[in-house]
C-alpha cells in the first residue's frame, strides 16, 4: 500500500506565552511553523486565563501565573505548559501529570551566569575588596596589601560538582587556580580539577571554598561550626546555591574570630518574598561579606536562554511526543518522524491498557511499525508508529479505551 504523508496543521494549535516571556520563545514558535500565538506582557486574571484555558494547547509562563488543580481541569486542549523559570511551583505538577500534560522548565539556563558571579565573589574576597569597599565609602583610606592574594595558584575547593560546580572549575582553572572537588556521585573530573573523598579533605585544603549542592536532607547545614572549624584560617566562604546548607549563624562566629576572611552569599534561610519586604540576616554587620539577593542566575543572557530552551522543549513535545526534559512525565525521546502517522497514548499505569491499544491497530489489519513505552507508578506513555492510510476513527477509538487520559495524532 502507497503510503501517504501527512504533516501536523500547527496553524490549528493554540500558543499563550504570557508574563512576557523572552521573544526567544516566540521566535522558535514561529521558525518551527505556529501561526496562533498570543503574548502578553503580564500575568492574566484568573477569569482571563480561565477563559483562555477553554482554547489553547500550549500556555508559556514565568513564576506569577499559578496553574493550580481547578484551573487545571478547565483546560480540556491543553497538552503540554512550560515554566520559563528554574523552578515549577508554580504549578500543580502532578494534577497537570495525571492529566496527561508534560510540564518543562530550563533548569540549566542560568548555570553560566552563576558560575561567573563566583568567580567574581572568589576574586574580591581574596583580596580583601569588600572590606576596603565599605571602609572607602564611609572616607577611610585602607591602602594596604595585607591579607590580599591572587588567587592563581590557589585552591578552589568545589561542594557539589553538577552543572555550576563545574562550570566553576573550569573558568577558575583558567584563572590559574588548582581545583578540588567534593561529590557523591562519581563525576567526569574537567581540566585540572581533583576529586576529594571526603568534605573534610576539601575543606582541610582550600583557600577558598564555594557550595554547588541541591537541598536535600543530607545537605541541609551541610557547613556548620564542625566544617568552619576545619577550613584553613584565613579561607573564604561562597554560597550561591541554597540558604539552608550554610549555617549562617557559625558562619558569623567564623568571621568574628577572624577563622574566616570573607563570606560571599546570595542565598538564605529566609528571603524576602518581594522587593517591598525588609532583608534581615546575622552577616549583615561584617564589611567582609558580599551579600547578594539571589540574583546568582539573573541575567539577560539567562532569560534568553530560558526563552529558548523551554519554548524548544514545547515545540519538540507538540511536534514529535518528545517529553525529554518534562518535569514530571516519563520521559521518551521520539525523533521526527517520516511518511509514518504517530499516535500518542496517555493512559493511567493499570494492566491492560496496552494490550487494549495493540488490539485497537491490530484488529484493523494496521500494522504498528514503531512502539515506545514508558510508565510509571501512575501513568503510561505510549508512542504507536504506523505506515497505513489515515484512520480517522482511530483516534476517536483510543480516547474511549478505558483508562484513557489523553489520546494524539501527529500525522
Ligand atoms: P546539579 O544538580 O547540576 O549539581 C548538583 C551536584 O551536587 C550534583 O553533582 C550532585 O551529585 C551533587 N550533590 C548532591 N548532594 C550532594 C552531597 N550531599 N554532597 C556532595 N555533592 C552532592 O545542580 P546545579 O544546577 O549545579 O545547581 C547547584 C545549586 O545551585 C542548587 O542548589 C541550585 O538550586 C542552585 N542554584 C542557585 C542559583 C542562584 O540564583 N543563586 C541559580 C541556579 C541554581
Redesign the pocket.
Known amino acids: 500500500m502507497v503510503t501517504k504523508k501527512y504533516s501536523l496543521d500547527k496553524s490549528k494549535i493554540k500558543v499563550l506565552l504570557l508574563e512576557g516571556v523572552h521573544e526567544n520563545a516566540l521566535k522558535c514558535f514561529t521558525e518551527n511553523g505556529y501561526s496562533d500565538i498570543e503574548c502578553y506582557k503580564e500575568a492574566l486574571s484568573e477569569n482571563e486565563l480561565e477563559e483562555k484555558l477553554k482554547h489553547i494547547h500550549i500556555i508559556g509562563i514565568r513564576s506569577r501565573t499559578e496553574l493550580r488543580k481547578v484551573l487545571l481541569h478547565k483546560a480540556p486542549r491543553l497538552i503540554t505548559i512550560g515554566c520559563f523559570s ?1 523552578g515549577t511551583n508554580q504549578v500543580d505538577i502532578q494534577v497537570a501529570k495525571m492529566l496527561g500534560i508534560p510540564v518543562f522548565n530550563a ?2 539556563s ?2 553560566r551566569s ?1 558560575a561567573e558571579l563566583v568567580i567574581a565573589e572568589c576574586i574580591m574576597l581574596m583580596r580583601g575588596i569588600p572590606e576596603k569597599n565599605a571602609l572607602a565609602h564611609n572616607n577611610i583610606w585602607m591602602k594596604s596589601a595585607n591579607n590580599a592574594v591572587e588567587v592563581r595558584g590557589k585552591t578552589l575547593g568545589v ?7 563545574s562550570q566553576v572549575s573550569i573558568l577558575a582553572e583558567s584563572l590559574g587556580m588548582n581545583i578540588v572537588y ?4 562519581k ?1 567526569l573530573s574537567l581540566g585540572n580539577a581533583r576529586p576529594l573523598a571526603s ?1 573534610k579533605e576539601l575543606l582541610r585544603v582550600s583557600d577558598t571554598v564555594t557550595v ?5 536532607e ?2 541541609r547545614n ?1 557547613i556548620s561550626k564542625d566544617e568552619i572549624d576545619l577550613m584553613k584560617t584565613g579561607a573564604c566562604l561562597i554560597n ?3 540558604g539552608d546548607i550554610i549555617d549562617y549563624v557559625a558562619v558569623a562566629n567564623g568571621l568574628r574570630s577572624k577563622h574566616l576572611a570573607g563570606v560571599a552569599a ?2 538564605f534561610p529566609k528571603e524576602p518574598a518581594s522587593n517591598d519586604e525588609p532583608f534581615v540576616n546575622e552577616l549583615q554587620e561584617f564589611h567582609n561579606v558580599i551579600l547578594t539577593p ?5 541575567t539577560l543572557e539567562a532569560q534568553a536562554n530560558i526563552g529558548l530552551e523551554v519554548a524548544e522543549k514545547l515545540v519538540k513535545f507538540s511536534d514529535t511526543g518528545s517529553t525529554i526534559g518534562a518535569v514530571n512525565f516519563v520521559e521518551i525521546s521520539l525523533q521526527p518522524h517520516i511518511s509514518k502517522q504517530r499516535f500518542l497514548h496517555i493512559h493511567e499505569n493499570v494492566p491492560g491498557v496496552l494490550r487494549e491499544v495493540n488490539h485497537l491497530f491490530t484488529s484493523r489489519g494496521i500494522n504498528i511499525s514503531a512502539e515506545y513505552l514508558q510508565t510509571d507508578p501512575d501513568i503510561g506513555y505510549v508512542i504507536i508508529e504506523t505506515e497505513s492510510e489515515l484512520d480517522k476513527t482511530v483516534i476517536n477509538d483510543l480516547k474511549n479505551i478505558p483508562h484513557t487520559i489523553r489520546a494524539r495524532i501527529l500525522y
Open positions: 528554574i533548569p540549566f542560568n548555570t552563576v561542594i557539589g560538582y553538577g552543572h555550576i560546580g567534593y561529590d557523591i556521585e563525576k568534605l554547588h549542592v541541591p537541598s536535600t543530607l545537605t551541610m550561591a546555591s541554597r546570595d542565598v539571589h540574583i546568582g542566575g539573573n
